[in-house]
């Protein structure tokens, strides 16, 4: 059965550092890109960021870039997400998310961690 | 950077009834377009994926067509657990999500 569990998010205050993980289980986890999604409070999703199976290439929505970084530890089988500078539309549940193959979605979530960024 | 726009916002229907939700592309996306179902406190679902595939799992009743920039997810006979927020995904160079339309009980 194929997990993805996340953790690490909190309340933070502005200007604040958080790191994420996401630890997953069920499937062979060097094979699949990884994404980080997120969803603000009673709003849409929004695409945050996503890393290739074998995490040379990473990419960011622009709302991040320069503030956030993804990095996976294969050998670990987890997925990471290291914010910075945290302002308060950061605020979100994140979730983790792998694709399913080659532009075709997101097979498999996790529940989510909440980030409040707060003073 | 293409934008993705879910129309209706809120669609109110009753269970039985068929759902037809639209989603259009600035520009085209091929048939790489996903479809997820989200119900109050939980992650999203995938429900298809490459414009008509279903998910593992995923009853029948849903279906997903469409290829350039317009897309449609129908859904044939509301049941009650299908009361949900709908998003639409597309993948050009990066992923990108729709607003979203509620389905809610009329």
């Known amino acids: 059965e194929v997990q993805l569990l996340e953790s690490g998010g909190n309340l933070v205050q502005p200007g604040g550092s958080l790191r994420l993980s996401c630890a997953a289980s069920?499937?062979?986890?060097?094979?699949?890109?990884m994404n980080w999604v997120r969803q603000g409070p009673g709003k849409g999703l929004e695409w945050v960021s996503a890393?290739?199976?074998?995490?040379?290439?990473?990419y960011y929505a622009d709302s991040v870039k320069g503030q956030f970084t993804i990095s996976r530890d294969n050998s670990k089988n987890t997925l990471y997400l290291e914010m910075n500078s945290l302002r308060a539309e950061d605020t979100a549940i994140y979730y983790c998310a792998k694709e399913r193959g080659f532009k075709g979605g997101f097979d498999y979530w996790g529940q989510g961690t909440l980030v409040t960024v707060s003073s | 950077e293409i934008v993705l726009t879910q129309s209706p916002a809120t669609l109110s229907l009753s269970p039985g009834e068929r759902a037809t939700l639209s989603c259009r592309a600035s520009?085209?996306?091929?048939?790489?377009l996903a479809w997820y179902q989200q119900k109050p406190g939980q992650a999203p679902r995938l429900l298809i994926y490459?414009?008509?595939n279903r998910a593992t799992g995923i009853p029948a009743r849903f279906s997903g067509s469409g290829s350039g920039t317009d897309f449609t997810l129908t859904i044939s006979s509301l049941e009650p657990e299908d009361f949900a927020v709908y998003y639409c995904?597309?993948?050009?160079?990066?992923?990108?999500f729709g607003q979203g339309t509620k389905v809610e009980i009329k």
């Open positions: 890393i290739s199976a074998g995490g040379a290439r990473t």
């Open positions: 069920g499937f062979t986890f060097s094979n699949y890109g």
């Open positions: 520009q085209s996306v091929s048939s790489y």
């Open positions: 995904q597309e993948r050009s160079n990066w992923w990108t």
């Open positions: 490459d414009a008509s």
